[in-house]
């Protein structure tokens, strides 16, 4: 049986207060393999991404990337945001090109790359525009491209499109396949939008309410590529349907529980 590109076991993450945002989350992720990650607000769904990118520690639990532990930040793995987080000193080529000048990539050399990426993502023609001269789409294509441009084996993309307009949503969704299409990576994907996690992953973590527990795992049937005319399959709308209960039953035990605490 072949290894998980990412395996976690146990892990548990509590505040300061006592609170339990997330509790034993034991998941295996195969190379290459889009994984979305839906669940209620609170439920940890960024925070377990952080941890996943070293940014965070767990209180209990382990992390393995190719079966090795992980206990920092690595070289391995990328993070997008769902805040541009652009440096608005710097233009779009330069932005993409700050990951590898930390890692001490001499100048000529990341531009070129930064100017490979920044064509991958389809932004020929913009890589001197700032930031201040690009739509939203366009700002957070320069981020997934900063993200690329290092080479991560896991990309970890927390609600990518979240702060979006529909139709900018609509086309970044359909620009990331195709840019996964042609660069796979592992992916890690949160989201709040069930058709978006249905339309970009070949599995969906249904998160529980907090503490947090993997409530349903479930395989999408699609085939790649992709394209819209799956939103309207039955298949689909079964998926929709299927989350939809989960979380509302989650959302409504939670209510109860409020009520009588």
Known sequence: MTEPKLRTTGLTRRYGTGLT??????????????????????????????ILNGLDKPDSGTIEIDGRPVIGPGAGRAMVFQGF?????RTAQENVAFGLEMQGVPKRERLE???????????????????????????????????????????????????????????M????????????????????SIEEAIYLADRIIVMSPRPARIQRDIAVPFGRPRNEDIKTSAAFLEIRREIWSLLKHGAAMTETRELSS
Do not use: N
Not at 24 to 48: R, W
Not at 152 to 162: A, Q, R, S, T
Not at 173 to 191: A, G, H, N, S
């Open 21 to 50: 945002v997330f509790q034993d989350l034991s998941l295996d992720v195969a190379d290459k393999e889009f994984v979305a990650i839906i669940g209620p607000s609170g439920c940890g769904k960024s925070t377990f991404l952080r």
């Open 85 to 89: 987080d652009l440096f608005p000193w």
């Open 113 to 171: 790359i930064a100017a490979h990426y920044i064509e991958m993502v389809g932004l020929t023609g913009f890589a001197r525009s700032y930031p201040h001269q690009l739509s939203g789409g366009m700002q957070q294509r320069v981020g997934i491209a900063r993200a690329l441009a290092v080479r991560p084996d896991i990309l970890l993309m927390d609600e990518p499109f979240g702060a979006l307009d529909l139709q900018s949503r609509d086309l």
């Open 173 to 192: 969704q359909d620009e990331l396949l195709r840019i996964w299409q042609d660069d796979r990576k592992t992916v890690l994907f949160v989201t709040h």
